[in-house]
């Protein structure tokens, strides 16, 4: 019965991180015949007093999609909450990189291995990120990002998933951001809600 189980568990975690996979793909995207950009790569970072978390982000111009940010990453807190995390957002308007407030739309795929519960879930949620830039340098802005996994694409012991955050970004340097932030991360378990992340946190970002 425990081998039977832990194929299956197994068999759970392979397929989290196919589909993690499936959402990254475009980060290893060139430019081609089918007319695929590369605009920009970053590197980004932050820890809290509970938790960490680092992605990889590239940039892509889709031709006529326009601009689309790819992100893949893992998040780990004290809990040894080991969660994988894939952004696919496409840029809503034109003149990206002119506009004061910039308007991103997508998904966010969360792959999540729970620690104290001996749990995976799995979900598929939709939201996006508005992000103001301050002044003519457009070197500070604040972002705000909403995500929710509903129930019907929720895998696993977990209902829902729900993802807020707010950071505020400033230049340090010629191709280096630092920011800070507040991220309220909780995924809806019975009996209660499980809070992964509910802190400060500072970071930073490297574009190259």
Not at 43 to 66: C, I, K, M, N, P
Not at 68 to 77: I, L, Q, S
Not at 113 to 122: V, Y
Not at 136 to 146: E, G
Request: with cysteine; glycine share 10%.
């Amino acid at each position: 019965m425990k081998l039977c189980k832990r194929r299956w568990l197994e068999s759970r975690r392979v397929a989290v991180w196919a589909a993690l996979l499936a959402v990254a793909g475009p980060l290893t995207a060139q430019q081609g015949d089918n007319g695929v950009t590369t605009i920009d790569h970053a590197v980004e970072l932050y820890l809290s007093e509970d938790a960490l978390q680092a992605q990889y982000v590239r940039t892509l111009d889709l031709g006529d999609f326009g601009p689309t940010e790819v992100r893949a990453g893992f998040f780990y807190n004290e809990d040894r909450d080991l969660i994988g995390i894939g952004d696919l957002l496409a840029s809503v308007g034109d003149d990206v990189n002119v506009r004061r407030l910039e308007v991103r739309v997508g998904t966010r795929v969360y792959g999540a291995f729970l620690a104290l519960e001996d749990q995976d879930i799995f979900g598929i949620g939709l939201g996006g990120e508005a992000q103001y830039f301050f002044g003519s340098s457009r070197s500070t802005s604040v972002t705000l990002a909403l995500f929710y996994s509903p129930d019907i694409v929720t895998f696993g012991a977990a209902d829902n998933v729900k993802d807020v955050s707010l950071r505020i970004m400033t230049r340090l340097g010629n191709g280096t951001d630092v920011f800070v932030g507040y991220r309220g991360f909780e995924i809806d378990l019975q009996p209660e809600d499980r809070e992964v992340d509910d802190n400060l946190h500072v970071g930073f970002r490297r574009s190259f």
